[in-house]
């Protein structure tokens, strides 16, 4: 009795100290070891722990995005599952939010908000005679990335202050898309507008490295500004509206 209390002490020291280095371990120095596995994801001036830890720079396909915070959740750990909170800021884009990763490669964000500029979403528009004003931000309530691919995922997005200038230059409102997943796997969703002086009805999706948009757009009330940049978006009708189709790659927004 006498040796398993005292193999049982040993463990219970071997325990505490495991803890007590896993919870003290730099972060720079863990991240040695995952670097090679994080892919296009760059990670620069790294402090504090593993637990609690900071990078001044994020850097994503070469852009920088700002400094990254996170806190990983211990329990979690125990079921083999990464859980931790995060948060980017410092740079064009902001974003927090909750990441899992299950033992079987899962990744789940969930409850997550971000922010950023309209002009960085240009070159999914592709309308070169103008440029977005106004910034853009979103909510993800859930989405789940399996094999490189995003599914089962919901949210919005909202266009606030949304104007153009270049060619022409108009004040269009605040626009709003919302999303989720369809039974196809392809994300699948809706935009229209808040009642401002452009007037909005559209759909999209996104498959695999693509997505598809079509939507009719038209100035409320004969706004005069807004009849002019409709010149320079989609395909002009008889009624006075344009007809907006859009097919692209996802890869031209990174």
Known sequence: MKLLRNLFLILVVLLVI????????????AYRFIADRLGAVKLTGISGSIWNGHATR????????GALDWHLQAAPLLNRELMANIDLSGGEVTAAGLVDRTADGT??????????????????????????????????AQAQLRSAWVDDAS??????????????????????????????????GVVHDLGGPLQVN???????????????LAARDG???????LRYIGEPQADGSSHLVIHGGLFKLL
């Open 18 to 29: 495991v803890g007590v280095v896993a919870a003290t371990c730099p972060a720079e120095y």
């Open 107 to 140: 990744i789940t964000v969930r409850d997550a908000s971000f922010h950023f500029p309209a002009i960085m979403a240009a070159p999914a528009l592709d309308i070169p005679a103008l440029q977005l004003l106004g910034s853009i931000e979103g909510k993800l």
């Open 58 to 65: 994020i850097q994503v396909f070469g852009q920088e995005l």
């Open 223 to 229: 706004n005069p500004q807004v009849k002019e940049a």
């Open 202 to 216: 559209g759909t999209f999706k996104v498959a695999a490295g693509s997505f598809d948009a079509e939507a009719t």
């Open 155 to 188: 949210g919005s997005l909202r266009w606030n202050n949304a104007a153009v200038t270049g060619a022409a230059q108009a004040q269009l409102g605040d626009l709003e898309a919302t999303f989720s997943s369809a039974p196809d796997s392809t994300i699948a």
